[in-house]
Each structure stands twice: as structure tokens, then as C-alpha cells.
Nanobody, 119 residues
Framework: QVQLVESGGGLVQAGGSLRLSCAAPGHIFSRYGMAWFRQAPGKEREFVASISWSGGVYAEAVKGRFTISRDNAKNTVDLQMKSLKPGDTAVYYC??????????????WGQGTQVTVSS
């Protein structure tokens, strides 16, 4: 079973920053695009950002505040989050698969890491 392992979640005040990291098996990392999704209580899972060999793509809600990056030597993909808002509170999931904005386009998922932004 493929395991994507997220880390870096936590509690932060509005306006603060957090950095999430996701480690993937090498054969998955080298073959697929990587992405971050999030799911708030009572809401559907939504696209946050993705990265492929051609660069990063962002949801409008996070554009300019979040940055996705990948380290090909470490097989990790990071999400740097700045100027966090209470509306960013959610469980954040790492995913690997075909690059897109829909959850069904990704075959592999992590267990999720909680991000809570207090006002």
C-alpha cells in the first residue's frame, strides 16, 4: 500500500505561517504530479495547489499566500502557508496522481494533517 505521509500541521493565529511537508515513495514521486487538498468540517474536499514538472497551480483562495514546492532528492512536496486566515482551517491532505483540480484525479492519498487558524 502506497503511503504518503504528511507533517507540519498545528495551531496558529490568524496572520501566521505554517509549512506542511509530504513524503512519498520514490517510484510514486518520480512518476506522478503532487498536490495538496483540504477538507473543512461539513464541506467537500477542495483543491489547494498542485505541482508538476512545469510548475505550480493554485486555487484562487490561496493564490499569493501559499507556495507549493517539491524536493526531488528527498521525494517530498511542501506547502508553505503565509497570512493564514480562520477560513484556512481544515485537514490538509497530500495526494499523488494525474495533475488536476479534482480529487478523483489522484490515486494516492495521505492520512491528513490538521491545520487550525485561530482568530
Amino acid at each position: 500500500q502506497v503511503q504518503l505521509v504528511e507533517s507540519g500541521g498545528g495551531l496558529v493565529q490568524a496572520g501566521g505561517s505554517l509549512r506542511l511537508s509530504c513524503a512519498a515513495p520514490g517510484h510514486i514521486f518520480s512518476r506522478y504530479g503532487m498536490a495538496w487538498f483540504r477538507q473543512a468540517p461539513g464541506k467537500e474536499r477542495e483543491f489547494v495547489a498542485s505541482i508538476s514538472w512545469s510548475g505550480g497551480v493554485y486555487a484562487e483562495a490561496v493564490k499569493g499566500r501559499f507556495t507549493i514546492s517539491r524536493d526531488n532528492a528527498k521525494n517530498t512536496v511542501d506547502l508553505q502557508m503565509k497570512s493564514l486566515k480562520p477560513g484556512d482551517t481544515a485537514v490538509y491532505y497530500c495526494a499523488a496522481g494525474s495533475i488536476g483540480r479534482r480529487a478523483y484525479e489522484y490515486a494516492y492519498w495521505g492520512q491528513g494533517t490538521q491545520v487550525t487558524v485561530s482568530s
